[in-house]
């Protein structure tokens, strides 16, 4: 069975930003990915300028599938309307719809509360656009455990969730242990794993930091090792992904999301060395 392929992306900040992910986009679409989805940070003040125009280069002028995420926590159903309206008009009918992150100081309007609230609108309101939701195998952080957080997903799939992307994960047994939950909670959508490739020691720092996630012995043992060596950090990383990625695509994974960090080279690097196992071309002998 193959698995797809996708790729995130962030809007940058800056116009030199900007014009350098415009040519990043261009490489991935050499790789011929199923999707590249953008994110959106939750200030609603720039998604036209951010979100929005990257989603409608890549559909418009790369002629790549796109899917925007859509964080709704701090919009009204009015703004929202006029989002999926705007969406509509540039031909995206693919939405990642989210809760979003709550911001300490400020506090979310109350028209959608989670996910499922946005979902169960956006369904009604547009019922041709194909929506996907989050989900996290090592349980979101504010849910108090696994069963509650799958009840609460069962609920995104009901109503009109179609495919989830899992939050990116080091330890594949973790992933697996999830789409069992899922499986017995009669969760049947496809799960795109998140695989984010490490490559360089501040990115490493920043997720233990600010990371829920549960960096396994062997990934551990990477950073400690390769820390002040960037070549060696980077080689190790992009090995590790491999890895994962060879393992789940044994494990016939519906599909693998590379959290690109806009990085060209790492995406074509892991496409290069898992093309054949992700189209499930390899041959006995
Ligand atoms: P929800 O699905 O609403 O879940 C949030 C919490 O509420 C969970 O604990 C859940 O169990 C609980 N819950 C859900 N429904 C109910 C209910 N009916 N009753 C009680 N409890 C409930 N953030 C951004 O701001 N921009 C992005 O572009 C972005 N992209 C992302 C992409 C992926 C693949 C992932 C995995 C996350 C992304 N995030 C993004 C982060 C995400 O917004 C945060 O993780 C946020 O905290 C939760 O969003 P959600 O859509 O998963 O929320």
Do not use: W
Not at 188 to 209: D, E, F, S, T
Not at 252 to 278: E, W
């Amino acid at each position: 069975m193959s698995s797809t392929i996708s790729f995130e992306v962030f809007p940058p900040n800056t116009q030199i930003g900007a014009e350098k992910l415009f040519k990043t986009l261009k490489e991935l679409k050499q790789l011929q990915p199923d999707f590249i989805s953008v994110t959106c940070s939750n200030n609603r003040q720039t998604i036209e300028e951010t979100t929005l125009k990257v989603a409608d280069y890549i559909h418009k002028e790369l002629n790549v599938p796109t899917i925007a995420h859509l964080p709704a926590a701090y919009l009204s159903q009015a703004q929202l309307v006029e989002l999926v309206t705007q969406l509509d008009q540039i031909g995206i009918n693919q939405i990642l719809a989210l809760r979003g992150d709550i911001l300490p100081d400020l506090p979310p309007k109350k028209d959608f509360v989670y996910a499922s609230d946005l979902i169960d609108y956006v369904k009604k309101a547009a019922p041709h656009f194909h929506i996907s939701g989050a989900c996290y195998p090592e349980t979101h952080p504010e849910s108090h455990n696994r069963v509650e957080d799958i009840k609460n997903l069962k609920h995104k799939v009901s109503v009109g969730c179609e495919q989830l992307i899992t939050q990116l994960f080091f330890d594949n047994e973790l992933f697996y242990q999830f789409q069992e939950s899922c499986y017995l909670a009669d969760i049947k959508v496809p799960i795109l794993a998140g695989i984010m490739p490490i490559v360089n020691r501040n990115q490493a720092l920043r997720l233990i930091k600010t990371t829920n996630t549960k960096l396994p012995r062997k990934f551990l043992a990477i950073l400690e090792k390769y820390e002040y060596d960037p070549i060696a950090l980077k080689e190790a990383g992009l090995a590790y992904a491999i890895d994962q990625i060879v393992d789940l695509s044994t494990q016939d994974v519906a599909g693998i999301h590379l959290y690109t960090m806009n990085n060209a080279d790492v995406a074509k690097h892991i496409c290069q060395n898992t093309k054949n196992v992700l189209n499930g071309q390899i041959k006995a002998g």
